[in-house]
């Protein structure tokens, strides 16, 4: 059988290369995948926890399907503001994006 | 090793190797291709933790629609990234030896934890049934007000971006 620590390594060794891609990546799209990464990262987390020490209770299910909504809205939003930014300023790289620095 | 060692194994890593072809690759296009078979191996370990819904979810969800979204924006922004010259930011290794730090430090505290090598028990036959779950999620000594909260979160989401992403005049 497969023990807890092998999903612990795996969803960590996700999240870590989510982590780079987001402050990596210049593209903000790219930027948006490793953010998509690391949700994912944190709900095999979240299954693996109900699974092995929870798993009749129906909280951890709860979370993951909570996760999974902020996932969607959260993608949502963020490319309906890159269209927004690239209709006005024709870029997506977001070294670019500086109007709000000082 | 047993056979599902295994195929977790396996699957793990064409998982990881596709997350890395995501943060790496120099095309934008093939990266949102490459997170397509990132999120279906994050399903296939949601199924191989007997949480069938959530693989199903998973695939609908992420497949279906996010990765679909993100496909569009990068067709409806690529003019600019014609996808020549470094797609990294300079000090790209900053980031690199800081996630690298952090997954050695992720992995050492979990190491200490005393249940990181426990062993999954036989799965209780209610906890995969949907109904219950479903009825969790409209009880009101339940989950009823983190639903709510969802659908107006989604609600919200669905207008906003809407108003955002539309074209005005001025």
């Not at chain 1, 497969?2 to 999240?15: R, V």
């Not at chain 1, 929870?54 to 969607?72: E, K, N």
């Not at chain 2, 095309?27 to 399903?43: D, E, K, N, Y």
């Amino acid at each position: 059988m497969i023990p807890l620590s092998w999903y612990l390594i795996f969803a960590a060794a996700l999240f870590c290369i989510g982590l780079f891609g987001v402050l990596a990546r210049k593209n903000a799209v790219a930027i948006l995948m490793g953010v998509e990464l690391m949700l994912n990262a944190v709900n095999i987390n979240l299954v693996a926890f109900w699974r092995y020490l929870y798993a009749p209770d129906l909280a951890g299910l709860t979370f993951v399907a909570i996760v999974l909504v902020a996932a969607a809205a959260e993608t949502a939003v963020g490319l309906a503001l890159i269209i927004s930014v690239y209709r006005r300023r024709s870029t997506v790289v977001v070294d670019d994006l500086s109007l709000m620095k000082g | 090793m047993t056979l599902s060692q295994v195929f977790f194994l396996a699957v793990a890593a064409i998982t990881l190797f596709a997350a890395v072809m995501v943060v790496s690759t120099r095309r934008i296009m093939h990266a949102a291709l490459w997170l397509v078979l990132s999120l279906f191996g994050v399903a296939v370990l949601f199924a191989l933790l007997q949480s069938g819904f959530f693989a199903v979810v998973q695939v609908v969800v992420y497949i279906g629609a996010i990765a679909i979204l993100i496909i569009f924006a990068v067709m409806l922004t690529r003019q600019v990234m014609l996808d020549v010259g470094p797609q990294l930011n300079r000090g790209w290794w900053i980031p690199a030896v800081l996630v690298a730090g952090l997954y050695a430090a992720l992995v050492g505290v979990l190491s200490t934890w005393s249940q990181f090598q426990a062993q999954a028990g036989p799965l209780a036959p209610e906890a995969n049934d949907l109904s219950r779950f479903g009825q969790a999620l409209v009880d009101l000594n339940a989950y009823v007000i983190p639903f709510e909260i969802a659908s107006v979160l989604l609600l919200g989401a669905l207008i906003g971006s809407i108003f955002v992403a539309s074209e005005r005049k001025g």
